[in-house]
């Protein structure tokens, strides 16, 4: 499937809304729009092929349980945000990008570790939990919201990730 | 495996392992085109599994986090990322 299958109505329209409540929440989309727009062209298409929004830079494998973590906004985006002033496809930029007192000239590092690398990690973290709390507390992986109630939020409030980007934190 | 050439001035042996959402990816297109320069290029999002999994070996050897884009000069020089200097230097670009 190529990218042109989606509209540029399409476009527009999740453009506006992620830059609302990227602004709503103390973040901020790319001020190169045409850049921000073709990459949020590719999350469309990510969308109609996976299910998902796929992070337009990166090759996404189709089941989205192996795929969480590079669901848009990224569990690295903020990591990123804070050391390179933009997230990896750098549909979010800092502050200072924003505002033009620094320029992105290249791309960054993906912080992202290799399939295999991932795989072996999952299986050595068993995780920790603390008993004796009236209720767990969830983390947003997305942002680092914390909130202690019976489930996570449908939604994070912060940064709009969806529920399944909760982990038990303690 | 379904490589698309871009005509220009030989420099060498220049492949870009690219995905056709990536902002970045478009950008090193963008930049080779501008330079001139002959080409070839695979949008690895847009083939089917089983020749997936062979570029994805070949971009491996190169780049073992598998990120894209990746820019092989000559079979011995790798750019990982969007960079306009380090791919012009690797490609012997005035």
Do not use: Q
């Not at chain 1, 073709?38 to 992070?55: F, M, S």
């Not at chain 1, 549909?91 to 795989?119: C, D, H, M, N, W």
């Not at chain 2, 599994?49 to 073992?64: A, F, G, L, T, Y």
């Amino acid at each position: 499937m190529s990218s042109t299958d989606i509209s540029a109505e399409e476009v527009d329209r999740l453009y506006e809304r992620l830059n609302k409540e990227a602004e709503e929440g103390g973040y901020h989309l790319n001020p190169d729009v045409e850049f921000a727009k073709d990459l949020i062209r590719g999350i469309l298409t990510n969308e109609k092929r996976y299910g998902y929004w796929g992070c337009p830079c990166r090759l996404a494998c189709g089941r989205k349980e192996e795929d969480l973590d590079i669901i848009c906004p990224c569990d690295y985006r903020d990591t990123d945000l804070s050391e390179h002033g933009m997230c990896y496809c750098a549909l979010y930029v800092s502050e200072a990008v924003e505002k033009g007192e620094k320029e992105l000239t290249g791309s960054i590092p993906e912080r992202r570790r290799p399939a295999k690398e991932r795989k072996k990690a999952k299986s050595e973290h068993p995780r920790k939990s603390v008993s004796s709390l009236p209720l767990p507390v969830w983390r947003c992986k997305v942002c680092g919201y914390l909130c202690a109630r019976e489930e996570p939020p449908e939604v994070c409030p912060v940064c709009k990730a969806k529920k399944e980007r909760f982990e038990r934190f303690m | 495996m379904r490589m698309t050439h871009a005509k220009g001035n030989k420099m060498g042996k220049v492949v870009l392992y690219a995905l056709s959402t990536c902002g970045w990816c478009r950008k090193t297109k963008r930049l080779l085109d501008k330079m001139g320069i002959e080409y070839s290029y695979v949008d690895v999002d847009l083939l089917e599994d089983k020749e997936e999994d062979e570029v994805m070996k070949e971009i491996e050897r190169w780049n073992p986090k598998c990120s894209f884009p990746t820019v092989v000069v000559n079979n011995e020089k790798c750019i990982v990322g969007f960079n306009e200097e380090k791919i012009k230097k690797a490609v012997g670009y005035e």
